[in-house]
């Protein structure tokens, strides 16, 4: 009997073994890894991560240096602009186009050897960047570019090609860049902020509700009871990310707003979740007692549940500021605002170095309210 054990014991291993190897197999074909690719683009890797790794923190104030042109997109979509003569110009070849037609960029009298910046001015003002390019040494620029269709006149407004030059002539200071990462680091923790209290003032009476020893007492307070914890339980299958993109559709892209809504309802879920099992563990003995002696359920949670579960509470709660600062910077790639969402503008725009700032500014903060959080919780304990 004892060898027959033994036999199914060493058997349930082996299918179990063959199981697990079938996955990793099955997970090999699916993901599709290709090492020969990810050593052939080391020169590309190397590039953007020697990019990320060169933070923006300071420049020398510098006089800037705008050209723009107006590009009719098409040819009849507004009258053809005159060509100055003289001065930093730009002059296009031929002066107007339709979509996915190539035309020739010709700058004059810019600055020399100096870096350009080429960008297009949308017809709604919106910017978007094509890439950097130099000057020769004197003071010239011939580029080909192709229309874009997102440079299609709108009302009467046209698009327009712009060149913006920055000649350092200054004292080191605190780089715009920093500045704006600046900014929005504080929108992604107040952001974090506001989600956390909302959520936390909506988990408080939630846990109750889902507390078995508090509110499992009766039909009506099962039925609550369930249904209660099947509502956190829906609410918590839900990522952040799903809810904040659907909410910045609604709200719109970028918008902190749409940020807040998401991480208010996750973490109310969670917290519901964390804050329920806080009460469901607390010493019996005080509702006992406060019950003996004629109390109803308010009172008995008054004073014999809630100063036992605050330092719980308080510890969760700061526990969970410290995760939606966190998950904040990823939902800003999804449209809900704060430095996720300048990050995620740098990326797409390929401008590595300014997306480098935002990743440091993201460490450091993380790794600041990681040991904020933790010195907290552990003066609650």
Known sequence: MQRKNSFFKALKKLVITLVFVGLLILSIRVT??????????????KTI????????????????????????????????PQSAESGPRIILDPPCGSPKDVVTLHGYDLPKN?????????????????????????????????IRPITTAM?????????EVSLPNGKLVAAKTLKDVIDAMFVTIFMALIATTIGTIIAVPLSFLAASNITRKGPVGTA?????????????????LVLATVFAMIVGFGSPFAGVIALSITTAA???????EAVESIDSG???????????????VMYAVVPQIVPDFLSFTIYHWD?????????????????????????NTLQYTQAGTALFAIILVVWALDFLSSEIRKSLI
């Open 32 to 45: 599709e890894p290709d090492l020969v690719k990810l050593v052939s683009s080391f020169p590309k890797a």
């Open 49 to 80: 991560m020697g990019q990320l790794l060169q933070p923006v923190l300071l420049e020398r104030e510098s006089e800037k240096i705008t050209v723009s042109q107006i590009v009719p997109v098409p040819c009849d979509s507004v009258p053809l």
């Open 114 to 146: 100096a870096e350009v910046s080429l960008r297009w001015i949308l017809p709604d003002g919106g910017l978007l960047s094509i890439k950097n390019i130099s000057t020769d040494a004197n003071g010239e620029i011939n580029e080909s570019l192709e």
């Open 155 to 163: 009302d009467g407004n046209a698009a327009q090609i712009s060149f």
């Open 224 to 240: 609550v009871y369930y249904i209660v914890r099947a509502f956190l339980n829906i609410i918590r299958s839900y990522e952040p």
């Open 270 to 276: 969670s917290l519901g979740k964390m804050f329920s």
């Open 286 to 300: 005080p509702i006992e007692a406060i019950t003996a002696t004629g109390a109803n359920k308010i009172q008995v």
């Open 323 to 347: 995760i939606n600062v966190r998950i904040s910077t990823i939902i800003g790639f999804v449209g809900g605002g704060g430095i996720g969402y300048f990050l995620s503008q740098r990326i």
